[in-house]
């Protein structure tokens, strides 16, 4: 008889309690604006991808650290009730990450992250998980926990032949070691220039951004590019995946509905073409709500 195993996709990241408020733009240093109401809803890259592909039809595991709190205890209340398996989530003495945000009229974010217990997963951490790690489908992971953290994770996975789904967001200086256990890097502009020295502009400078990041050992890239959409450098071929066109009212978790849909695509066996299809049909519809998670669309709304 076989027993049908179902492909589990593990999360690794961060959990935040997000504050937003949208002014027509984005204050400049030293400026006060009256901007509109306040809200606080649930956040953080990692919780935001993992409840993005659980939305979307994926089986999800998520582990992150949250503080002694309320906002700890209301984010794991809030996972529980996704339906994600936080079996396994870890406590700190430190205060529960927090983002602030501000959102501008044509919904573009600025973000201040207190990582607090985020900054507090440690190597021994990611251990006590290494059996979720080797029997997942699908690694996700993203750069708001320390980075020898993120190193250790992608090297137990890709040891045990599990793929690694990279975010690398926030851009920060990473270990060259760590681009070989990549399957799939999915930077934004910004990141890729970062990674790379190469300001991605177009085609043709993000083939070239694409190509150094390649060489280094990443084996997929799709590159996110904002309100055009997305660029591939994969092994299936290098694609285009326009976005839709639609009026954006706060992007936050854009990028985060992506990775999700990502996921879940891959999981389930389709191209990534199709998985970049799927993931940017997501992302619109993200957009065009207010905050991270409350914004993040389910399967059924995906046409
Ligand atoms: O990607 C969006 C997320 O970045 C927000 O939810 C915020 O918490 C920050 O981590």
């Known amino acids: 008889m076989q027993i049908e195993t179902k492909k589990k996709i593990l999360v690794i990241g961060s959990s935040n309690t997000d504050m937003t408020v949208k002014t027509p733009t984005l204050p400049r240093p030293g400026e006060t604006l ?44 809030g996972y529980l009730k996704e339906g994600l398996d936080v079996s396994r989530i870890l406590r700190s003495d430190k205060p529960s990450g927090v983002a602030l945000i501000m959102v501008d009229g044509n919904g573009e974010n600025c973000i201040s992250v207190a990582s607090g217990a985020n900054s507090d997963i440690t190597e021994a951490d990611i251990d006590s998980v290494a059996d979720m790690i080797t029997s997942a489908s699908l690694l996700v992971l993203q750069l708001e926990m320390p ?3 993120v190193l250790k994770a992608a090297k137990l996975a890709y040891e045990a032949g599990v793929k690694v789904l990279l975010n690398p967001a926030p851009a920060c200086p990473l270990p060259d070691e760590l681009f070989q256990y990549i399957f799939l890097m999915t930077p934004n502009q910004t990141e890729s220039e970062f990674f790379t020295g190469i300001p991605v502009h177009d085609e043709a400078s993000a083939a070239e951004a694409a190509a150094v990041l390649r060489g280094r050992g990443v084996k997929d890239i799709i590159m996110t590019m904002g309100s055009k959409g997305s660029m591939a450098f994969t092994e299936e071929g290098n694609f285009f995946t326009p976005a839709h066109k639609v009026q954006a009212v706060d992007t936050t978790a854009a990028g985060d509905t992506f990775c999700g849909g990502l996921a879940v695509a891959i999981v389930e066996g389709k191209s990534l073409r199709e998985a970049a299809q799927f993931a940017t049909a997501a992302s619109a ?10 914004s993040i669309p389910y399967r059924s709304e995906i046409k």
């Open 34 to 77: 009256i901007g509109g109401e306040f809200k606080m809803g649930a956040g953080g890259k990692g919780a935001n991808q993992a409840v993005a592909a659980k939305r979307l039809g994926g089986e999800v595991s998520f582990v992150c650290k949250v503080g002694r709190d309320v906002f700890g205890d209301n984010s794991i209340a």
């Open 147 to 149: 980075t020898p953290c």
């Open 285 to 294: 519809l993200t957009v065009q709500k207010m905050g991270a998670q409350e």
